[in-house]
């Protein structure tokens, strides 16, 4: 009983989520998308691999494969206060998705899920 309130409670959550993401206005990348930029895994509530490295000033395309039955998202910001967003994913439950990240200039920027907080990661832009 108590693992379906908590599972029912995480559908909630994700859906209030998913419909306020999708309510904040994201950078726009403009311009060609490089489709082959790295997949990151939700597996066992953490992400693989937790750092990963795209090439700067080039718009590209993560990979996001949930594999946990709960719901996540790939949340970039600035850093790790998480003030300045980046690119918000869709939060998805065991399925894959595609987010497309603008273009960014070389530096170090943080990731997490936005429904799981303590679920995080680097992006090293070079």
Known sequence: MK?????????AIAAVS???????AQPLASG????????????????SPSTVEIAANKNVTIHFDNLDSAPHNVA??????????????????????????????????FFRCDVHTNMTGTIVVK
């Open 32 to 47: 060609p998308v490089d489709p082959s930029g790295p997949t990151i895994v939700a597996r066992d509530m953490a992400f």
């Open 3 to 11: 693992r379906l309130l908590l599972t029912i409670g995480l559908v």
């Open 18 to 24: 998913a419909a306020c993401s999708s309510a904040v």
């Open 76 to 109: 970039i910001y600035k850093d790790a206060n998480a003030s300045e967003k980046i690119s918000i994913g869709d939060v998805v439950s065991a399925s894959k998705a595609d987010q497309i990240v603008p273009a960014l200039a070389p530096g170090t920027y």
